[in-house]
């Protein structure tokens, strides 16, 4: 055996594989923003092509010795991949290469244990962080496998241990969702609810980074954490928004991004917290104009809202870092339609930082509420609340 390698801890390298995806992010530039949201160092990227991944290592071994090499000369401690790796790719990986080797997935629900704050949030990381580490559980036992004569033989220690640990899991993540649950129910949905239904409630959308917090803050003129990182809010705030004399009270909620490939664990977990946006008689969707890659962040965050069932909720888009775009690319009119999914959905570009067209979004807004309250007028009391308010 060959001396082991000092490592410099914290220091990644990260790897994107090609499959001809048509939005395959060949600079890893989200993958590495959000290596360093974990408080890693990003200190090699490396992309390589393939029509599928490789059974076992995901790319091919030629590859890996490459990935091995880099990971050496630059002393990194893990290589993490910018797409979903098995978790048997992910123990053969760890073999071949040597160090840890993680993958987005695994990222995100590490930033996602950083930044929660509330307890509620905790509890919904936790149990994401539990149903992925379940999947895995193989891996740490590996060595144990072998011991036993591999493959084929039944029975060792290495698969007990395995089995205990699982239903040691099991009973975590059931532990985990009964005391999520009674968390959820001292909030007091039920009278929120009720107060709700006189409120005309706008909740806040949008890929992570977009300026959900910022648009948030400029609006209601509070202190949300506002942050050049991804995920900086988990949790979700709502305050009470003053429109001037529409009739009604309107809220606004600001809540966690979405993201693409978001954990499935994750959408699960959030339920609660997303739960907002379901429940909301209008969406702000907010997209980051001066991202190039801003068409597929809207398509993913349309994605997470028809999984998440707020795909029917009325929308209003809102372009936002109008300050960042070039002379050339500003709009000619501040406010348009677009199509998306074959609905024509009002479109407004704006500054949350410079505060360029947020009276005419202020404005449009008052106009829904307005609109919303005087068709409430019209109907039964007790009549449910997503019917209210549903101005196309
Ligand atoms: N140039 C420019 N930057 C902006 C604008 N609005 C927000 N930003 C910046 O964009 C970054 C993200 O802003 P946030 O408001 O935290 O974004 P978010 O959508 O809440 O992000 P998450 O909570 O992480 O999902 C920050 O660095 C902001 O300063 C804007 O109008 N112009
Ligand atoms: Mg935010």
């Known amino acids: 055996m060959s001396e082991p390698i000092p ?11 090609d499959f001809g995806h048509p939005h395959f992010d060949s600079e890893l530039e989200e993958l590495g923003l959000l290596a360093q949201t974990a408080g890693l160092e990003p200190v090699a990227r490396l ?3 393939r029509k599928a991944p490789d059974a076992a290592l995901f790319v091919g071994s030629g590859k890996a010795d490459e990935i091995r090499e880099l990971a050496e000369l630059q002393r990194a401690s893990e290589v993490i991949f910018d797409q979903a790796i098995s978790p048997a790719q992910q123990r053969n990986l760890e073999r071949a290469l040597g160090v840890a080797v993680y993958d987005r997935t695994f990222l995100i629900l590490e930033i996602f244990a950083q930044r929660a704050r509330s307890h509620e949030g905790k509890l919904q990381v936790e149990l ?13 036992w590996s060595h144990l496998e072998r011991q036993t004569g591999g493959a084929g033989v039944r029975g060792g220690p290495g698969e007990k241990q395995i089995e205990l640990d699982r239903r040691m899991i099991d009973a975590s993540i059931k532990r985990t969702r009964e005391r999520l649950s009674k968390v959820q129910k001292q909030r007091g949905t039920q009278r929120r609810q009720r107060e709700r239904r006189d409120t005309f409630n706008i909740s806040l959308v949008g890929y992570t980074n977009a300026g959900k917090s910022s648009l948030f803050n400029a609006l209601v003129k509070a202190r949300a954490y506002a942050a050049d990182q991804l995920f900086a809010t988990l949790d979700t705030t709502t305050r009470h928004l003053y429109l001037g004399d529409v009739g009604r009270r309107v809220s606004i909620s600001d809540t966690v ?3 693409r490939e978001l954990p499935h664990g994750l959408v699960d977990a959030f339920k609660a917290t997303l739960q907002e946006a379901v429940d909301a008689d209008l969406l702000l969707h907010v997209v980051d104009a001066s991202n190039p890659h801003h068409p597929e962040q809207i398509a ?5 809202l028809q999984d998440i069932g707020a795909g029917d909720v009325p929308q209003l888009l809102v372009f936002n ?14 406010a348009d339609e677009m ?9 407004l570009f704006l500054s949350a930082h410079s505060g360029e067209g947020l009276p005419a979004l202020r404005e449009l807004l008052a106009q829904r509420a ?12 007790g009549e449910p609340a997503e019917l209210q308010g549903a101005t196309h």
């Open 257 to 259: 991004g979405f993201i």
């Open 7 to 17: 490592r410099q801890d914290g220091a990644v390298i990260l790897v994107g594989v």
């Open 128 to 140: 994401a962080r539990l149903q992925y580490l379940s999947t895995r559980l193989v891996r740490r």
């Open 321 to 334: 870092k109008l300050d960042a775009l070039d002379a050339d690319r500003r709009p000619h009119a501040l």
């Open 47 to 49: 992309i390589c092509k």
């Open 339 to 347: 199509e998306i999914d074959g609905q024509r959905v009002p479109r």
């Open 370 to 381: 307005a609109q919303a309250g005087a068709q409430d007028e019209g109907m039964s009391p």
């Open 300 to 304: 993913e965050v349309q994605q997470v």
